[in-house]
């Protein structure tokens, strides 16, 4: 397992949104993989039910009542856990690295064909959706972030996924700016941050 550290830029309560997909921003919550140790934002069960709640994955309600049964049972807490941050890191590994390892792959698998297996269809209008019944399963988020992550890898939408430009950063986020020609998770932070690190080198260098 990565070695992580205790700081991160942005805790999971108030982090950017920044990946287009619920895939990408689950493969976000951790960030400085390339020269570590891995900034981690899922540090206890409590924080993925978090994010799954700001992504809307779960509502509030879901979100409080997975919280005391985490508590009750923290052994199967940590084991999810566990499990989200594998799902986590072969997601991030498919979208990132150059050829997909097959170990990867059938993670991925095996976590999307739960999710489908538990998937329902619904009435709803005029039409039909997909949804979830109300669980009390403590790895009931992973189910639609593994299929979010099989849908974009199977779609032509792959090949406008991205990796934030900031070598400690690793974000990924779906490039669907007109000319694809986006370099930054966000402007605001790795952008500027690279912008001032490049003007204070220049003034150095004078």
Same mark, same amino acid.
């Given at each position: ?7 991160? =830029?942005?805790?999971? $309560?108030?982090?950017? *949104? #920044? ?6 921003? =689950? #493969? ?24 799954? !709640?700001?992504?809307?994955?779960? %509502? $509030? &309600?879901? %979100? ?5 049964e ?10 999810? *856990?566990?499990?989200? &941050? ?8 498919? =979208?990132?690295?150059? !050829? ?11 976590? +999307?064909?739960?999710? +489908? ?9 005029? %039409?039909?959706?997909?949804v ?30 991205k !990796?934030?430009?900031?070598h400690?950063?690793?974000? *990924?986020? *779906?490039?669907m ?5 986006r ?10 941050? #690279?912008?001032?690190?490049? =003007? +204070?080198? &220049?003034?150095r260098?004078?």
């Open positions: 397992m990565v070695n992580t550290e205790t700081t991160d =830029f942005e805790p999971v $309560e108030t982090m950017d *949104l #920044a990946g287009g997909d619920v895939c990408l921003d =689950f #493969a976000n919550t951790a960030s400085g993989r390339s020269v570590g140790p891995l900034r981690e934002k899922l540090r206890a069960y409590a924080d993925l039910v978090t994010w799954a !709640e700001r992504v809307g994955l779960v %509502g $509030e &309600r879901t %979100g409080r009542r997975l919280r005391k985490g508590a009750r049972a923290p052994g199967e807490a940590s084991a999810v *856990l566990e499990r989200a &941050r594998e799902l986590r890191e072969a997601i991030y590994r498919l =979208f990132a690295a150059p !050829e997909a390892r097959a170990d990867d792959l059938d993670l991925l698998s095996r976590e +999307a064909g739960r999710g +489908a297996a538990e998937r329902r269809v619904v009435a709803a209008g005029d %039409g039909y959706r997909y979830w019944p109300d669980s009390d399963s403590l790895d009931q988020m992973l189910w639609p972030a593994a299929l979010s992550a099989g849908d974009l890898l199977t779609s032509p939408d792959r090949e406008q996924v !990796e934030c430009a900031s400690d950063c690793n974000w *990924l986020f *779906l490039d700016s007109r000319n694809h020609s370099r930054w998770c966000d402007m605001k932070v790795c952008g500027n941050r #690279a912008k001032a690190r490049r =003007f +204070a080198e &220049r003034h260098d004078e």
